[in-house]
């Protein structure tokens, strides 16, 4: 048997028995654990089915051989030769899907996410960027049918936003979103600059994923709980009630805010959910730092100091450094144009998995 095979062979075994496990009452009571093998069962599913047939494939192209072997009777020969290289052309498409479909999954990449974009380096001209970046995702949500809200701001002193934060409530929107993290440096001449000389300005980007109840547990008592008056724009609610929610984890003191909903109800839930998610990141980043002991990923890090992409306006470019890929189509780039950038990140990272993990 063939070492894919044999891989294949091991993953339907596994299959059948979370299969069976997803039935057991004693599992079905247990809601973290359920939620869990529920969720493996939906992943094998695909590669169970390719399984299936890629065993015809192999099983056919054997008994194809034995015929040809024994066979004496020239026209059934030839069929058996027609059979075997029809087979041997489908096999290496078949067994390069397989390949692709082996690369172990990020277990988050399926969940929905939070955006954080927050001013760095620039005062000013930084705080414009977090919002022209805020456009440009947020047109990327539209295209893609993704619907999002806007839980949390901190607007600049002239113009822009020191810091914005966003739910975005789509299935897999962090497997698609999470190679943005990190630090996004614009080169451009600000509105603020009378000489016309080009500056150097950065925002840093932190995507995660959002945490459910079952991911994480957090003991109430563990959180402080404080109201204040919203500020900025936002409506005739803001500034007129203590709706504005922080919360604070105190054994780490993770802190989340919210303050644009318009009920503090609504703003307590928000602010629960961002809470989850930074705590249940921290976590993920201590299994990142573990697994990049054994592979140093070249595109998703977890390192959100790190500087991923330049957008030169004088230029017209994009330049994202993890990959050395330059696009010159700024103008379409900055209305949401995503999707090329982010193929190509996934790209990357896969081809790097594959060598990685001999599949």
Known sequence: MNDLLQKLEAINYRFIEVGTLIVDPDIIVDMKRYVKLTKEYKDLEELVEIYKKYKGLIDNLESSKALLKEEVDAEMREMAKMEIDELEKSRPEMEEEIKTLLIPKDPEDEKCAIMELRAGTGGDEACIFVEDCFRMYTMFFKERGWSYEVVNTNEGTTKGFKEITINIDAPAAYGVLKFESGVHRVQRVPETESQGRVHTSAITIAVLPEAEEVDIDINPADIRRDTYRASGAGGQHVNKTESAIRLTHVPTGVVAECQ????????????????????????????????????????STGDRSAKIRTYNYPQGRITDHRINKTMYNLGAFMNGDLQEMIDSLKMAENAEKLKGEDV
């Not at 503090?264 to 697994?291: G, P, V, W, Y």
């Open 260 to 299: 644009d909903g318009r009920s503090q109800h609504k703003n307590l839930a928000q602010a629960m959910t961002m809470l989850r998610s930074r705590l249940f990141q921290i976590e993920l980043d201590k299994i990142m730092n573990e697994r990049s002991e054994h592979r140093k990923s070249l595109v």
